[in-house]
């Protein structure tokens, strides 16, 4: 069974990449050839340097798309605890402290506690997850994720029957995320799905990326990833799951209500108020593509919200 | 210095912005999303020099210079070159040459008509910037010029319009911008050095 290490060993001690990664690499390579002349970024430090490397086994559902650059997927995020720009979070997410690390687990369930990190972990058979990432903003991003199905770890605290909608909340300590002294988002962050959204078998938690532990400014130590929303549902930094009856007031909806629902499902017919959905741009390329429903996992999802009006409920 | 040396002069300051990005995109520095690193660079600079543009008459005001003056036009031209580039870049990047897709975004969305309707105010001073124009135009070259205030409070707001939480940028620019216009009100200088190439009292 897979283990998740935590970088606690010494970069220099750490062992070359599994040669599962290899796989990867090739992959890589080819891509890197294709846009090498629009992302030289490529040939900057290695990202994920110091790291410790996670071993994983092949998941379902991946996408089997050229993956997006290590240097574009570590250094173009949207995590505004770091810093509104998309360079902030790599320059700033340094102060962060993933370790020690630990979840509040409230709400309606048998097991309501505080559990350290390696709680959480223990037993979980990490997985590899090729995603799409779509942001509301028009970009996307193929992603491999280690990680595991959140209904492993939801089943764990089994959820009563009032468990209705879980609620995620991001660590809130300007101290450590040096963007919440700036009143931009109402801290913290909080991102909620209703319970089948969140049992589905897509729906995982990442605890990293291209075969290494979560870089801080992808959210470390553990985030969710739920691929057929807009990238903002993702929420990074997990400290709080709780089990509700009523669907939580999250964070972009609180904002901004007109412009970001609490569904948020990518959805080409629907646009932003201020934007066009139809189309994207994968990250590396330099034309847009087109948005699919549910970002391409409609056949997975689109059962979810049979009978929902998804132009009222975006 | 000769008139002319010291407008090429002028042309070579206000092309860098431009150039710095085109090596920026030659050298792969602009980031994962060069496309966007596009707009936001021509879009930047656009409204810059379009601040920048209403920015010398006061200077000129304040100072008693004339060179603000001079080139005062330059930087208005520049600021709707960069304008048209950053349409381009919209036009051929974001939206595929598409022009019905262009066409639906622009009229679609309120931010991007917003910033087409700023260019298009742009469009008959641009073209109406040469000195055989402000002869022949007489004192409505002046009152057609004054097409840029709309223009650059419609730019501001199409600025402010693209933002999704962070508005300190844009604020900044809409203060510089009010200032601008604010100064404007009371008629503390004469209007007739407001003209460029020759004076008009009016
Ligand atoms: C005087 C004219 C204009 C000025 C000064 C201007 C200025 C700007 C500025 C400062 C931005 C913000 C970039 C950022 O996110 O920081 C922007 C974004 C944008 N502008 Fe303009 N603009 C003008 C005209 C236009 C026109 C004519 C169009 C298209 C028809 C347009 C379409 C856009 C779009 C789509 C964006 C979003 C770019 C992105 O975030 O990827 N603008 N503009």
Redesign the interface.
């Known amino acids: 069974m897979a283990r998740l290490h935590l970088p606690l060993i010494p970069s220099g001690e750490i062992t070359p990449e599994p040669v599962y990664l290899n796989r990867r690499r090739f992959m890589q390579v080819g891509t890197a050839a294709v846009l090498a002349?629009?992302?030289?970024?490529a040939q900057a430090a290695d990202p994920l340097a110091g790291l410790a490397p996670l071993s994983s086994r092949p998941g379902p559902f991946g996408a089997n798309e050229p993956l997006?650059?290590i240097?574009?997927v570590t250094?173009?995020n949207n995590f505004?605890e770091f810093g509104?720009s998309?360079?902030d979070p790599a320059e700033n997410a340094h102060t962060l402290r993933p370790h020690p690390w630990s979840v509040t687990v409230t709400g309606a369930c048998a097991k309501p506690a505080n559990y350290t990190l390696e709680d959480l972990l223990k037993g979980q058979a990490l997985e590899d997850r090729v995603y799409r990432l779509r942001c509301v903003?028009g970009?996307s991003m193929v992603i491999p994720w280690v990680g595991f199905p959140l209904s492993s770890l939801l089943g764990r605290f089994q959820p009563t029957r009032n468990a209705k909608y879980v609620t995620f909340t991001t660590l809130y300590d300007p101290e450590q995320m040096p963007g919440q002294r700036r009143s931009?988002?109402p801290w913290p962050y909080v991102e909620g799905l209703r319970m089948d959204e969140a049992m589905h078998p897509l729906t995982i938690i990442a605890v990293g990326l291209y075969g290494r532990v979560l870089p801080n400014q992808n959210g470390a130590p553990l985030r969710l990833v739920v691929p057929w929303k807009y990238g903002f549902k993702s929420i990074k930094s997990i400290v709080r799951i709780s089990f509700d009856e009523t669907a939580p007031t999250t964070t972009w909806n609180r904002?901004?209500p007109k412009e970001y629902g609490f569904y948020a499902n990518v959805n080409p017919a629907v646009?932003h108020?201020?934007?066009?959905q139809?189309?994207e741009?994968r990250?590396?390329e330099?034309?847009?593509r087109d948005t699919l429903p549910f970002n391409g996992y409609a056949e997975a999802v689109a059962s979810l919200y049979q009978g929902l009006d998804l132009k009222r409920n975006f | 210095m000769p008139a002319s040396l010291w407008r090429i002069g002028v042309w070579g300051l206000l092309i860098l912005p431009a150039l710095w990005t085109i090596i920026g995109l030659q050298?792969?520095?602009l980031?994962?999303?060069?496309?966007?690193a596009l707009m936001i660079a021509s879009g930047i600079w656009a409204l810059r020099l379009l601040l920048l543009t209403l920015a010398m008459t006061p200077l000129q005001g304040l100072s008693g210079w004339v060179w603000p003056l001079t080139i005062r036009r330059q930087l208005g031209l520049a600021a709707f070159f960069y304008a048209l580039g950053h349409l381009l870049v919209f036009a051929v990047?974001?939206?595929?040459l598409d022009p019905a897709?262009a066409w639906?975004?622009i009229v679609?969305?309120?931010?991007?008509w917003l910033g087409m309707l700023a260019l298009a105010l742009l469009l008959p001073l641009a073209i109406t910037s040469t000195r055989g124009w402000i002869r022949r135009l007489g004192p409505n070259w002046k009152r057609l010029h004054r097409l840029i205030y709309p223009a650059a409070i419609l730019a501001a707001i199409h600025f402010g319009?693209?933002v999704?939480?962070?508005l300190r940028e844009p604020l900044i620019y809409g203060a510089i911008l009010t200032v601008l216009l604010v100064v404007r009100l009371p008629r503390g200088w004469q209007r007739g050095s407001r003209t460029p190439g020759h004076t008009t009292i009016s």
Do not use: C, M
């Open positions: 002349p629009l992302l030289p970024s997006t650059d240097a574009a250094g173009y505004y509104t998309k360079t903003e970009w931009v988002l904002a901004a646009d108020p201020r934007w066009s139809k189309r741009r990250i590396g330099l034309f847009r | 050298r792969g520095s980031g994962p999303d060069p496309v966007e990047f974001d939206q595929n897709a639906r975004e679609e969305h309120k931010a991007v319009f693209q999704k939480a962070d």
